[in-house]
């Protein structure tokens, strides 16, 4: 009887944490051999360490028989960008089964973002192995972005996520079915000390205790300009000082410009405050064991949901409003994410706000269902139709000043939902001469 290999495959050190507590939960079947596979997705993947390369990683890498690099496997293609051709898959899967020594295994996947490459190309190479996907972040909450092929969406079985949102459903991969399963927070919690445990040194530490504030390089992703993302950085400077901190910790993207750092400094510095820049490699939620901040600021980082759920620290967002008007198209995957923190977290700003906030009750977390249902609708239509009663019963009922952030009107009237421009109206967008004299009076104005 052949043996079994069950084969696990992460491109961030989230993402192998997750698996390594799933593991420890005792949430997979017993398997002949497991096979961590690691994957740098990075524009330059060869200036970034990977994952394995990163402080902690060992105690997770113990988990399994081996650690192997998707990377080097494909050389010189790059994960993202590389999937099999249909003719191609049965000589792919060849060559895989031979440098890792399948043999005639039998294989079971675990991946992540099963939509697209990586993880997508490694179902498509294991034809008819069934498949597990694990939820990295707050994404899961929202629709699945691509339409996925049945003969890979058909194969998986469950979706494994943190309870980042107590009582609030996933709602990626429901089109198949798929069942969602918590990863228990006591598990994950016990991975993260055991990676705090690393004997790297953090800058930052010691009283009073920091504010830390968080990154996301969202310039990279196109969603902001560069000017505006340091602006957003500097928002978060001075809110922080003006909430009474004075000791700052910044933690930036691995791959954002030094000198938005220096920019920071020099902001914090005329404040009367300290900032520090903390650019080991470490997850933020090791500095979140390591530092005990007062306070975490971000814009929509899964790490704000973990600072609160996991840790019961104090958090703020910052800038959700001017990234809802940024993002497009109205698809875009990070929809859901800033939806979440702009509905549930406290604004920095908010001074009363911020000093008063705790998790949601299950009132406002059904509320949040009830709007990400509508949201799921208008970025999805075609892969989730049975959710259009539940747009049209939100958006009927809920629609006013401040919900209208979540949504554009052009994607309603598109979709014939409410608050959609009146059908006497419907030919302004396509009459030629009423654009002209709006293109006319833009320039005007700009002038």
Not at 67 to 76: C, G, H, M, Q, Y
Not at 227 to 232: R, T
Not at 250 to 255: A, G
Request: proline share 8%.
């Amino acid at each position: 009887m052949p043996r079994t290999t069950h084969i696990f495959c992460a491109s961030t050190l989230y993402g192998a944490a997750t698996l390594a507590a799933a593991l420890d939960a005792g949430l997979f079947e017993p398997a002949d051999r497991r096979l961590l596979v690691v994957t740098n997705n990075a524009a330059n993947p060869e200036t970034t360490p990977s994952v394995d390369r990163m402080p902690g990683f060992r105690s997770i890498g113990d988990r399994f028989d081996a650690v192997l690099s998707w990377n080097e496997t494909i050389a010189p293609l790059h994960p993202s960008g590389w999937g099999p051709r249909a003719n191609d898959i049965p000589m792919w899967e060849r060559y895989v089964r031979l440098l890792w020594d399948l043999g005639d295994d039998r294989i079971r996947l675990t991946v992540e973002s099963v939509q697209v490459n990586p993880a997508l190309a490694l179902c498509q190479l294991f034809t008819g192995a069934p498949v597990d996907v694990y939820a990295d972040g707050l994404i899961s909450y929202g629709p699945t972005r691509d339409k996925i092929d049945p003969l890979v969406g058909t194969r998986i079985e469950r979706l494994l996520h943190l309870d980042l949102v107590p009582g609030l459903t996933p709602l990626l991969l429901t089109e198949f079915g798929v069942r969602p399963e918590l990863v228990p927070t006591e598990v994950f919690l016990k991975v993260l000390e055991e990676l705090a445990e690393d004997d790297t040194e953090l800058p930052g530490t010691g009283e009073p205790r920091p504010a830390l504030l968080l990154g996301q390089y969202l310039s990279a992703l196109e969603i902001l300009s560069a000017a505006e993302e340091e602006e957003l950085h500097l928002r978060m400077v001075r809110g922080a000082v003006a909430l009474g901190h004075r000791r700052l910790v910044f933690k930036p993207h691995p791959v954002a410009p030094a000198r938005w750092s220096r920019l920071l400094q020099a902001e914090a510095e005329r404040l009367g405050a300290e900032l520090t820049l903390l650019d080991v490699p470490v997850l933020a939620e090791v500095a979140f064991r390591r530092l005990r901040p007062a306070l975490v600021v971000g814009c929509f980082s899964t790490a704000l949901f973990t600072a609160a759920a996991l840790y019961g620290l104090p958090v703020a967002r910052v800038g959700t409003d001017t990234v809802l008007a940024r993002l497009a198209p109205y698809q875009n995957s990070n929809r859901v994410p800033v939806t979440i923190a702009d509905a549930l977290l406290p604004d920095l700003g908010d001074g009363a706000g911020v000093s008063g906030w705790s998790m949601p009750s299950r009132d406002r977390v059904d509320e949040l269902a009830a709007l990400l249902r509508a949201v799921g609708f208008a970025m999805q239509p075609k892969i989730y139709p049975q959710l259009r009663g539940a747009a049209e019963r939100y958006l009927a009922r809920h629609l006013d000043p401040h919900t209208w952030r979540y949504f554009k009107r052009r994607r309603l009237t598109a979709l014939a939902l409410p608050g959609a421009v009146p059908a006497q109206l419907s030919f302004i967008p396509r009459n030629a001469t009423v654009r002209r004299l709006a293109r006319r009076a833009r320039a005007l104005t700009r002038r």
